[in-house]
């Protein structure tokens, strides 16, 4: 299995401030077709999780440009350019390029 | 618009059965891929099954032989068959569209002696 390495685990933000997480796979993401298979999650409490950036760097439609991804092969990183309060939440990479999919252990941002 | 309705679940003893059911509208759940996601109590998110638009399917090993995934393109419905249920399945249960472009509310399963 693929593992997935996320840090930190938790993150305290200024509303207004960044916040960057990263995350390290154990093998490439990248697939011969050209893609890579890295997608990040928001999971809010009580709440489905939801889909932010897919591929790396593409964001879904109506996730606010606030939030970016970049990276290659193994290492990769979420960026929130201004925190707001209604980020408050748990942030996972995720990989597909094979099965089984792995998740990051998670990322708590907690907005001060 | 797309949405994913799910149901089922609910409170069974180890070695029990139980369904999960997930309604699809705006969209035909046989032809794309669709994934059941978990997160138990105090862990991380992780991947349960996927069934992609040929049919063939994939589990998570720790749920290899038990649980079944399946669908029912005449209702639009996804499902999840789960067998031998062991108190570690205890978790919100997530169908998804692909891997997470929609996503269903969260069906709770609880199995407690």
């Known amino acids: 299995d693929i593992g997935m390495t996320q840090t930190p685990l938790s993150l305290s933000v200024t509303p207004g401030q960044p916040a960057s997480i990263s995350c390290k796979s154990n093998?490439?993401?990248?697939?011969?077709?050209?893609?890579?298979?890295l997608y990040w999650h928001q999971h809010k409490a009580g709440q489905p999780p939801q889909l932010l950036i897919y591929?790396?760097?593409k964001r879904l439609s109506g996730v606010p440009v606030r939030f970016s991804g970049s990276g290659s092969g193994t290492d990769f990183t979420l960026k929130i350019s201004r925190v707001e309060a209604d980020d408050a939440a748990v942030y996972y990479c995720?990989?597909?390029?094979?099965?089984?999919?792995?998740f990051g252990q998670g990322t708590k941002v907690e907005v001060k | 618009e797309v949405q994913l309705a799910d149901s089922g679940g609910g409170l069974t003893q180890p070695g029990g059965s139980l369904r999960l059911s997930c309604a699809a509208s705006?969209?035909?759940?046989?032809?794309?891929?669709m994934s059941w996601i978990r997160k138990a109590p105090g862990k991380g998110l992780e991947w349960v099954s996927v069934?992609?638009?040929?049919?063939?399917?994939y589990y998570a090993q720790s749920v290899w032989g038990r649980f079944t995934i399946f669908r029912d393109t005449s209702q639009n419905i996804l499902h999840l068959q789960m067998n031998n249920l062991r108190v570690e399945d205890t978790a919100v249960y997530y169908c998804?569209?692909?891997?997470?472009?929609?996503w269903g509310q969260g069906i709770q399963v609880t199995v407690t002696p």
């Open positions: 998804a569209r692909g891997k997470g472009y929609a």
């Open positions: 705006g969209f035909d759940v046989g032809t794309t891929y």
């Open positions: 069934i992609y638009g040929g049919g063939s399917t």
């Open positions: 093998q490439s993401l990248l697939h011969s077709d050209g893609r890579t298979y």
């Open positions: 591929e790396v760097s």
């Open positions: 995720m990989q597909s390029i094979e099965h089984p999919w792995t």
